[in-house]
C-alpha cells in the first residue's frame, strides 16, 4: 500500500544521507587531522579545543599506597578507592561504588550538586575497610575524574568552560571544578585533598598504559564521546611553558566539538541540535554518542507516524517525548534475531506504549536502528583513524614495527556489541590488512577511574 512505500521512501531517503562510503570517511579523519593542527597551534584555533592536560608523564606501574577517585560524567558518578603495591603486587584491591544523580541536580546549582556528590564521597570513605591502608599522618588524595570541557590551569585546579550531556548549571562555568569539590569537602569536615583533575579520557589513557606500554590514545564512547592521545610536547605550538622533561604531553581533544562539512547532517540532526541545550555545539558527539542515537531514531519514527501512519491513524502521544526512547532501547531492538521480533514489540510497548504493530513495521525499526549506529560507529573509526594520522601511525614505515593501542569504555562501546564491532571492522578497513595487523583496540574496563586514583598517585604531595 501507499502507506508502506511511504515508510520505506522515508526510510531510504534517511539511510542514503546517513551513508558513510569510506572515501568519506578518510575524507572525515582527513579534516580531524587538520583540525588537530589548528587546536594545537592557538587557543580558539579550531573547534577542536585541544586541551593541554598538564599530564606529562603516564603510570610507570611504581605507584603505592591508597588512593581515591571520583568520576563524574554522565548520568552516574563513581567512588572508588584502590590499594596500589608498586611494580610487583600493582592493584591490591579496589573498591567501588556507583551513584545516580537525581535529574534536578544537572540542571540546578553549583552548591547542591557540589554537595551531594561529597556527601557521597564522605559516606563512602567513611566504608574503608579490611585491606585498605592509609598512610599514617598523611591526608587521604583523590584524582577527580570531571568529564567536561576544561581549562587545566595545573594538574589539580582547571576552570568549567561549558556543561555538555545534558548538564547545564550556570554558576559552575568559569569556576575552578577543584575549588567547588573542595569547599565541598570542607564542609563535611572531609578531610582529603585533590591532586589529579583529568577527564574521563586522560584516566582512560593512564589506566590503559599502566597495563600496556602501547597505549598511545583513548577514546570514550559513552554518554557523550571524547578523545585523548598523547602528543610530541614540540608538536603544541600554543604551549608556551616549560617542555616536559618527557617531551610529552597528553592533549584532551574535545573531539564531541568536532565538525566539517563532511559530516553531512540529516534534517533529524538539525532538529535534535538545533532543540538541544547546546545548539550548534558537539555536533561528532550528537552523531555518534549513546546520549543521541535513541533521540535520532525517535525522531525518524515520528515523521513515520506522522506521515507514513505506521501506528495507525495519530501519532502515539509517548512518541513525541523527546528522549524517551533510549540508545539501551534501540540497542536490545538491533540485536533482536528473534523471528517474530519480539524485543521490537515488547520495547515498543513498554516504553512507547505502542502494540500490534506488524513484523513488517518492527523490521523497517531494526532497518532503522542499523542505519544510526552504522553511521556512528563508522564515523567513530574515522575519528580514530585521524588521531593515528596525526601521530603518523597510519603507515607502516619500512623497518620498524611500532604497535599502537588505542584504549577504549564507555557504555555504548561496552554494551551496544553492533557498534563495536562495525567501529572495530571499520577502523581495520581504513587501515588496510598490514597496518591494522598493528593496531589494537583494547577495552580498557573503569579505566577512568583507576586511572584518575593513579595520576593522583603520581602527582601526590607527599613525592
Ligand atoms: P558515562 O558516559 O555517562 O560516563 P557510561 O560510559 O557508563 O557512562 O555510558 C553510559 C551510556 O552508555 C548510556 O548513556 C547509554 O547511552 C550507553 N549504554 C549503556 N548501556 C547500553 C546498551 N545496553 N546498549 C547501548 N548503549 C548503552
Ligand atoms: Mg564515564
Avoid at 598538564?54 to 563513581?78: C, I, M, Q, S, W
Amino acid at each position: 500500500s501507499g502507506k508502506w512505500a511511504r515508510a520505506m521512501a522515508i526510510l531510504r531517503e534517511f539511510e542514503d544521507k546517513c551513508g558513510t562510503p569510506i572515501g568519506k570517511l578518510r575524507q572525515v579523519a582527513d579534516a580531524m587531522t587538520v583540525e588537530m593542527h589548528a587546536g594545537l597551534a592557538s587557543e580558539g584555533g579550531s573547534k577542536l579545543k585541544m586541551l593541554i592536560s598538564y599530564v606529562d608523564n603516564l603510570p610507570t606501574g611504581d605507584e603505592k599506597g591508597l588512593f581515591y577517585a571520583l568520576d563524574l560524567g554522565g548520568t552516574n558518578f563513581r567512588v572508588l578507592r584502590v590499594q596500589l603495591g608498586g611494580k610487583e603486587n600493582r592493584v591490591v584491591k579496589q573498591e567501588f561504588e556507583e551513584v545516580s544523580i537525581p535529574p534536578h541536580l544537572m540542571v540546578g546549582s553549583s552548591e547542591a550538586l557540589f554537595d551531594f556528590i561529597a556527601q557521597a564521597l564522605a559516606k563512602f570513605v567513611a566504608e574503608e575497610g579490611e585491606g585498605f591502608h592509609p598512610a599514617p599522618g598523611r591526608q587521604r588524595e583523590l584524582g577527580f575524574t570531571f568529564s567536561f570541557p576544561v581549562r587545566q590551569t595545573s594538574i589539580s585546579s582547571g576552570t568549567l568552560i561549558k556543561w555538555t550531556k545534558g548538564f547545564s548549571i550556570e554558576d559552575t562555568v568559569g569556576e575552578d571544578v577543584v575549588g567547588e569539590l573542595t569547599k565541598a569537602m570542607e564542609k563535611l569536615k572531609l578531610d582529603m585533598r585533590v591532586t589529579a583533575l583529568v577527564n574521563d579520557t586522560i584516566g582512560t589513557l593512564a589506566g590503559g598504559r599502566y597495563h600496556d606500554n602501547d597505549v598511545i590514545a583513548a577514546v570514550i564512547l559513552g554518554t557523550g564521546t571524547n578523545a585523548a592521545y598523547v602528543e610530541r610536547a614540540h608538536a603544541i605550538p600554543k604551549w608556551h611553558g616549560l617542555l616536559p622533561k618527557s617531551g610529552e604531553m597528553v592533549i584532551n581533544m574535545e573531539w564531541g566539538n568536532f565538525r566539517s562539512s563532511h559530516l553531512s547532517l540529516t534534517e533529524y540532526d538539525h532538529a535534535l541540535d538545533a532543540e538541544s541545550l547546546n545548539p550548534g555545539e558537539q555536533i561528532f558527539e550528537k552523531l555518534i554518542s549513546g546520549m543521541y542515537l535513541g533521540e535520532i531514531v525517535r525522531k525518524v519514527l515520528v515523521k513515520m507516524a506522522e506521515e507514513a501512519a505506521i501506528f495507525g491513524d495519530t501519532v502515539p502521544p509517548k512518541l513525541k517525548i523527546p528522549f524517551i526512547l533510549r540508545t539501551p532501547h534501540t540497542s536490545a531492538m538491533h540485536h533482536d534475531t528473534s523471528p517474530d521480533l519480539k524485543v521490537v514489540a515488547s520495547k515498543l510497548k513498554d516504553v512507547l506504549e505502542i502494540s500490534n504493530t506488524s513484523l513488517k513495521t518492527r523490521k523497517i525499526i531494526v532497518e532503522l536502528c542499523d542505519v544510526v549506529a552504522t553511521r556512528g560507529a563508522r564515523l567513530s573509526a574515522a575519528g580514530i583513524l585521524g588521531i593515528l594520522k596525526k601521530l603518523g601511525r597510519d603507515t607502516v614505515r619500512v623497518g620498524e614495527k611500532q604497535k599502537s593501542v588505542v584504549a577504549l569504555d564507555g557504555g555504548l562501546y561496552e554494551h551496544y556489541t553492533k557498534f563495536r564491532t562495525t567501529m572495530e571492522n571499520t577502523l581495520k578497513e581504513l587501515l588496510g590488512d598490514e597496518v591494522a595487523a598493528n593496531v589494537f583496540v583494547e577495552h580498557s574496563n573503569d579505566g577512568s577511574g583507576i586511572g584518575a586514583a593513579l595520576l593522583a598517585a603520581s602527582h601526590s604531595q607527599y613525592l
